[in-house]
């Protein structure tokens, strides 16, 4: 997420280069398995201020108003229980977070509940961005530093973040995408060209987080690690977070024209993996070149 929690954030790019590949492990369970079913056991269900998933592990987050006039509404959250996309998955749970079209800008967002937050270990969510195809805005997935209480909570400056700019030219096009990876404090960000589009099928993003070192993994395979010192694990942990918003001119590009979903199959979390699970999911693509930082 861009600027929405701290305020005084600025992304600096850097280009980086070193290979690196992932091992897998094997026949581990994760203990957060977050499936998104309506949590009212219904096959469709709308987010409302403080809705809880039905395992109590995520909260529907807003309303707040974060960077640039951005609204978070709990209404822009939809839980369901058939794949809502045309893509024809398994009926197995789904969130989706929309964004608004024009102005006011609006979107939605998640984030877990547990405080003390989360630590080292792998996290990865499946997810399709912007199966709709429309220009403008930002989906997401990300982790950042928890604190305060479970009624009054406190984030940052530590972060960690999945960034797909919704204004860019693979979006309403067969061409394939990218994704934008950066740790906070630093502002560190890189761009990973991905081998495939992302708005065209669900595909797996998570990170390998273990002492001194984080790594971003698309469909199992490590293609970003960095060992700055943004990795150190804060006193109570990380929050767990995915969001839609409109971004801004410089960041994503919105407000988009139409709505705008992005849609999350589930959310796993295996704590303390120092290697990337083998789970299946998405053959791991090709084409992918892993760097280090």
């Known amino acids: 997420m861009k600027n929405f929690k701290i305020w005084n954030r600025f992304v600096l790019l850097v280009t980086l280069s070193v290979g690196c590949t992932a091992t897998h ?3 581990q369970a994760p203990s957060l398995y977050e499936k998104f079913t309506p949590p009212n056991g219904s096959s469709s269900q709308t987010g409302t201020a403080g809705l809880t ?9 807003g309303p707040w108003t974060g960077t640039g006039g951005n609204e978070l509404l709990p209404s822009l959250a939809v839980f369901t229980t058939a794949d809502p996309t045309t893509l024809a998955q398994p009926a197995t749970g789904y969130l989706t977070l929309s964004i608004s079209p024009g102005t006011p800008l609006q979107g939605s967002e998640i984030i877990s509940t547990a405080l003390p937050g989360y630590g080292y270990g792998y996290y990865e969510t499946m997810m399709a961005v912007n199966p709709t195809q429309v220009s403008g805005g930002v989906c997401s997935f990300f982790l950042m530093q928890a604190g305060g209480t479970s009624q009054n909570k406190t984030y940052g400056p530590g972060e960690f973040d999945f960034e797909f700019l919704l204004n860019e030219s693979w979006v309403g096009s067969t061409n394939s995408g990218a994704v934008h990876l950066t740790t906070h404090p630093s502002n560190a960000t890189m761009t990973q060209n991905l081998s495939f589009n992302p708005a065209l099928g669900y595909h797996r993003y998570g990170f390998l987080w273990v002492k001194g070192s984080l790594s971003f993994t698309v469909d199992g395979q490590i293609v970003h690690t960095t060992t700055s010192s943004d990795v150190a694990l804060p006193p109570d942990g990380e929050w767990i977070f995915a969001n839609a918003w409109s971004g801004d001119a410089s960041w994503g590009g919105g ?3 139409a709505q705008v979903n992005c849609v999350y199959n589930w959310v796993k979390f295996w704590p303390n993996a120092t290697s990337v699970p083998n789970e299946g999911g998405p053959n791991p693509p090709t084409g992918l070149t892993a760097v280090v930082q």
């Open 25 to 27: 492990l094997m026949g």
């Open 255 to 257: 407000p988009p024209s």
């Open 53 to 61: 998933t039905a395992d109590g592990a995520f909260q529907v987050d």
